[in-house]
């Protein structure tokens, strides 16, 4: 199964920015859409950000549209979700999560959780003066 490892979280003042990674081992990265989830306490988890295998689609909750960019370094083998302008309702653990197969660009396009079959361990984002 593919091991997805997030890295880049932590704590951050409102307005500030933070760069969230999503890095796998032993699969290239590049067959499948990966995409960011987050889950805050209390809430079910949403989607946030979704990239098409190959980065020529990108997906974003309208919550964070303008203010998060996806993007993807193939060579790298690394997903990377570009956080600015943070506010304190984008406190939450951070996912990445990874789709295949010839459904992974609707799952990405509807940030559809359950279309999404690999996902890492979670990382803590918060927002706070």
């Known amino acids: 199964q593919l091991q997805l490892v997030e890295s880049g979280g932590g704590l951050v003042q409102p307005g500030g920015s933070l760069r969230l990674s999503c890095a796998a081992s032993?699969?290239?990265?590049?067959?499948?859409?990966v995409g960011w989830f987050r889950q805050a306490p209390g809430k079910e988890r949403e989607g946030v950000s979704c990239?098409?295998?190959?980065?020529?689609?990108?997906n974003y909750a309208d919550s964070v549209k303008g203010r998060f960019t996806i993007s993807r370094d193939n060579a790298k083998n690394t997903v990377y979700l570009q956080m600015n302008s943070l506010k304190a309702e984008d406190t939450a653990v951070y996912y990445c999560?990874?789709?295949?197969?010839?459904?992974?660009?609707?799952?990405?396009?509807?940030?559809?959780?359950?279309?999404?079959?690999?996902w890492g361990q979670g990382i803590q984002v918060t927002v706070s003066s």
């Open positions: 990239i098409s295998s190959s980065g020529g689609s990108t």
């Open positions: 032993e699969f290239n990265l590049d067959d499948y859409a």
């Open positions: 999560a990874a789709a295949q197969g010839f459904l992974s660009t609707s799952y990405c396009r509807r940030l559809l959780t359950a279309g999404f079959g690999s």
